[in-house]
Nanobody, 122 residues
Framework: QVQLVESGGGLVQAEYSLRLSCAAS????????MGWFRQAPGKEREFVAA????????AYADSVKGRFTISRDHAKNTGYLQMNSLKPEDTAVYYC???????????????WGQGTQVTVSS
């Protein structure tokens, strides 16, 4: 089992930044990749970014490329999503996930956090 706890969400104005954190515990080696997904009201959960265990492989949704950066710190067992130049359409609940590979498909992820709300006002 892997436990994930997100933090860092909040309400910000457009063009501002936020950094989300995802603290991991448990058998993290069994699901070494980390991903971020988001879900807006009335929409399906969508892929945002992913990173491999080593950090050598990353992937981003086209909608966030150049604005968001995913990273991880093994010493702290924590992953991060730095979100810059936020837009109102980034408003959603953001979920951290642990999976078998840094893929964009939700099926690769086995464990999920409870989510953190990000609201961007115009």
């Amino acid at each position: 089992q892997v436990q994930l706890v997100e933090s860092g969400g909040g309400l910000v104005q457009a063009e501002y930044s936020l950094r989300l954190s995802c603290a991991a515990s448990g058998r993290t080696f069994s699901s070494p990749a980390m991903g971020w997904f988001r879900q807006a009201p009335g929409k399906e959960r969508e892929f945002v970014a992913a990173i491999s265990w080593s950090g050598g492989n990353t992937a981003y949704a086209d909608s966030v490329k150049g604005r968001f950066t995913i990273s991880r710190d093994h010493a702290k067992n924590t992953g991060y999503l730095q979100m810059n130049s936020l837009k109102p359409e980034d408003t959603a609940v953001y979920y951290c996930a642990a999976g078998r590979a840094a893929k964009t498909n939700i099926g690769w992820y086995d464990y999920w956090g409870q989510g953190t709300q990000v609201t961007v006002s115009s």
